[in-house]
């Protein structure tokens, strides 16, 4: 199997480690090891981790390098936004760059709020191993009356891998100045940058506003002058170059897709998105945005702009719902939908075996967990929650405690 | 190339229909992966193949497509295999302060109203063959992935199907070539589509063009890990000569190829 493909594995001076195979001989120098990133399993792509370990599992190990993940911003921005802030955490964690570009926040602001890292090791594997442990004393009782279902797996509601790839943060506390100011961040705020006319090319309407292609061209300006394109002969070290894109498609960046159902600018988000993954192909870099997608009216373009990236998730928060109150989801903060993943120099890619996904963020963890409801113990049979249960195709009762009113069981 | 699917339609590198527009469509799923079938087929049959990779880059078919038992690299060598590389051209087009320098490939992106033409002249220039040079390859055909990008790129549907159709008079009729298309779609079926969306438009107008139809989707009962989705092929009657004939499949890739199958006769099912 390796004489096919050594002559596909041979790094050149100017290709990229996003385009080897996972067959590479380990004498060969040339071998790229960047820091913070890591071969998938499955094809060899190099792939960094997005900060959060849970979402790493749930998108297939991590995200590959030179693509995209977009993620549909909640309602309230906030847990997309924090999404976001790992992701940058991170990559100053590994040592990567950064690129933060915002319309709203300067992005110094968004660096300040950084989540600390946890950097003792003996937080982290606790958690699988508290699990493991609260799994142990019941099978020691082995099952006498479902005794089929003994030699089948337990079921593990929260996902994680074995292997520890990624940090743990600490919502609660910021990242000390001194870690932050020893990753190279660069920022795009974009009142700082926006022109003062704009003036119409001369051959006609040119497909993208001022705004995406002034950020556009300051990011392959960043790139190139760094040296991620491979410009820069290898006297450095490479490294990986982290964008976080936040709430592209908003009125902020003068998009009126939020605003109308019939945008005038419509192709403009995608125009930038197409150039977007242009530059991240032909680059060692990564990039995040999000995309407040619950403003966005007609449906058919925001399947446009997801076809545009490679993997895109959408985060629907309870808060301010009323499923905030519903005692199905008290557990939770928001269900996670994971609506594309990339196929990435193959022809599969690592498909969930579940896509009922439900997130929390605790405070040393952001956990993704697979949605799985009680069972039914309740005698009295009370239909009063069937209309609050939108979306999950179950049939059942809140709960036995719920006390709900009306409950309409007939009595003989 | 995956040999159920050519078992299903007939053909093997040997022994193909000339003149004969596929079209790959699919919605609400991958179908890239037959693609990756066409573009070995073909090269395996010894056909000269342009190749429009607008969405992905060239290093993405070559690590598949080695998987699959054929070489890009080589036939791009040899000049069987012309490339263009959408996104790397894209992207000089996109930033401001280039100036073209000189192909109008990509101008579409420049100037969304202007249509096709570029890309067109592109194929036209390729597709023919070189000239008095070694001519040793067979009909030419053009794998284009996907036509439907240039829709959300501000291409109008009326112009790329001006392109599709010019396409077909140059490959299919003049130089009784073959092409395969890919245009994906968003299904909407909730309510009555207003005109904004483009690839249901595009995607009748090339129903109507083509010879023969793989429409793929998932399944109507849901997500399932075993099975991937479902392939309709349809064959379109021409000027009398056949029927329309649909015949539906269930498929499931792998890392080396795509197995078909009968509706129920997943190997994870029985």
Redesign the interface.
Known sequence: MAA??M??GKPTADRLPC?T?SFQKKSRSKLVSIPGTRPSIQNGQLIVSTGVTSLDYVIGGGLAVGTLLLIEEDRYDSYSRMLLKYFLAEGVVCGHELYVASALDHPNDILQELPAPILDDIASPKTVEDQAKSCDPESQDAMKIAWRYQHLPKVQTALASSSRFGHYYDVSKTMDPEICQAARCHGFYLPEHSTAVTSPTA??????PETY?SL??NL?EVVHREGFDGSVPQTKSRNILRIGLHSLGSALWGDDLCCRE?PSH??AL??FL??L???L??SLSVAVVTVPSHLIQ???LM??VT??CDTAIALESFRGSERETNPLYKDYHGLLDVRQLP??????CD?P?N?DLAFKLKRKQFTIERLHLPPDLSETVSRVSRGELTGTAMVGSSGCGSGSTGNRHLDF | MFAELNSILNTSPDSFKPGEFILVSDKHTDASFLIHHFLSFYLRAGCKVCFLGLVQSFSHYSAISQRLGVSLTQAREKGQLVFLEGLKESLGVLLQGETSKGTRTMDFLRDPSSGLRGLYDFVRDNVRGAVGGGEEWGTPVLLVDDLSVVLSLGVSVGAALDFSHYCRATVCSELQGSMVMLVRCEAEDEEEESDDEGSERLLRGLIHQCSLTLQVQGLPTGYCRDIHGQVEVCWRGQCDRQQTQKKLFQYKVHDKGASFFARGMSSAVL
Do not use: E, I
Request: hydrophobic share 25%; net charge positive.
């Open positions: 096919p493909n002559s596909v385009n195979t051959t006609g309407q040119s497909p993208m292609s556009l061209n392959q019939n419509g192709h995608t125009t197409y150039g993954r242009a530059m192909r032909s007609n449906r058919a399947g446009n076809r545009l196929y990435l120099n193959c022809l599969v498909l075996d896509k």
